[in-house]
T-cell receptor, first 114, second 111 residues
Framework: DAGITQSPRHKVTETGTPVTLRCHQT?????MYWYRQDPGHGLRLIHY???????DKGEVSDGYSVSRSKTEDFLLTLESATSSQTSVYFC?????????????FGDGTRLSIL | GDSVTQMEGPVTLSEEAFLTINCTYT??????LFWYVQYPGEGLQLLLK?????DKGSNKGFEATYRKETTSFHLEKGSVQVSDSAVYFC??????????FGRGTSLIVHP
């Protein structure tokens, strides 16, 4: 168990409101990721982090920002939520010391934007 | 760039049937290959992996062989159970720490 906790697990909010999702890991792994999962699209990378204050964009980063002020926490923020951001969001970490290691995933946050 | 192509689902089988889920990839280097499984309401879990050509990954009765000549990593199981119903993702990791995932294949196993 890689010790990944996502919060909240479910959230319903309204268009235009800010939303922050939290990913917490217990094992000080360097690499952390945020994905969204939608029917017909599989998993799509939003942002990732390779260390404290070191982040980069993925393929669907528009409308999202991230922050990592501590090794164990990686936050995903929707500054002004839109209905197109209704999705299931997964946090993942990479546990290995080389670049071909598998990822470990949290259980997801189901976000609905009305 | 790198890509992973999986057969579209859903794949529907009866219990004890033989399973194959096809996966092919393109990569510029020598990637590691993975199969993940996602049960309803959960995140993805690593099912098996292979790191070089001709390696066979196996776990829980599932197997996949890294075929460099055909750029494939097909998932197989000799006798599926209802509890194997899930979504299966093929993935590769080439350079760096950003993997490439296929779109997933849903498996439904009937009693």
């Amino acid at each position: 168990d890689a010790g990944i906790t996502q919060s909240p697990r479910h959230k319903v909010t309204e268009t235009g409101t800010p939303v922050t999702l939290r990913c917490h890991q217990t094992e000080n792994h360097r690499y952390m990721y945020w994905y969204r999962q939608d029917p017909g699209h599989g998993l799509r990378l939003i942002h990732y982090s390779y260390g404290v204050k070191d982040t980069d964009k993925g393929e669907v980063s528009d409308g999202y920002s991230v922050s990592r002020s501590k090794t164990e926490d990686f936050l995903l923020t929707l500054e002004s939520a839109t209905s197109s951001q209704t999705s299931v969001y997964f946090c993942a970490i990479s546990t290995g010391t080389d670049d071909n290691q598998p990822q470990h995933f949290g259980d997801g946050t189901r976000l609905s934007i009305l | 760039g790198d890509s992973v192509t999986q057969m579209e689902g859903p794949v529907t089988l009866s219990e004890e049937a033989f399973l194959t889920i096809n996966c092919t990839y393109t990569a510029t280097g020598y990637p590691s290959l993975f199969w993940y499984v996602q049960y309803p309401g959960e995140g993805l879990q690593l099912l098996l992996k292979a790191t070089k050509a001709d390696d066979k990954g196996s776990n829980k009765g599932f197997e996949a062989t890294y075929r460099k000549e055909t750029t494939s990593f097909h998932l197989e199981k000799g006798s599926v159970q209802v509890s194997d119903s899930a979504v299966y993702f093929c993935a590769l990791s080439d350079r760096g720490y950003i993997p490439t995932f296929g779109r997933g294949t849903s498996l439904i196993v009937h009693p």
